[in-house]
């Protein structure tokens, strides 16, 4: 009896544990949306694990990364940020299927904020003219 109540009790506690997984990446979506963006794509998550050793004591951790990709004016951002932290911010920029480098890409910017960006003067990466499509 006692190891059908604890299967039970291990079960509910997976099951809570998924929908909260899952509901920081619905916030994450829902804050991409609340500011301005319509095409978001479906939140996916990574998990880093780290251990570092203090004295004779192992010390682990991990951090779980939410990344959301959005399609801006022909162009496809992967936003992140971390579980449970306020904040996001431009992870990859998609053009033809590559990542160029962006140096300098302000974070969490508002959709008319990174069409702004888009059409602002400022240098671009290599190849965002090909996706960028006013």
Known sequence: MNTKVASALLALGLGASLVGCSSNEDKFV???KA????AVGEPRSESEK???K???RTVKSSQKTIEVTVRVKGCDLEFAKVSGQSGYWLDELHVNGQEPDWPGYPENLKQQDVVAAFAGSQPKPDGFKDCYQP
């Open 30 to 32: 829902e804050e991409l």
């Open 54 to 56: 203090i004295g004779k």
């Open 35 to 38: 500011a301005g963006f319509t």
């Open 50 to 52: 780290k251990s570092k």
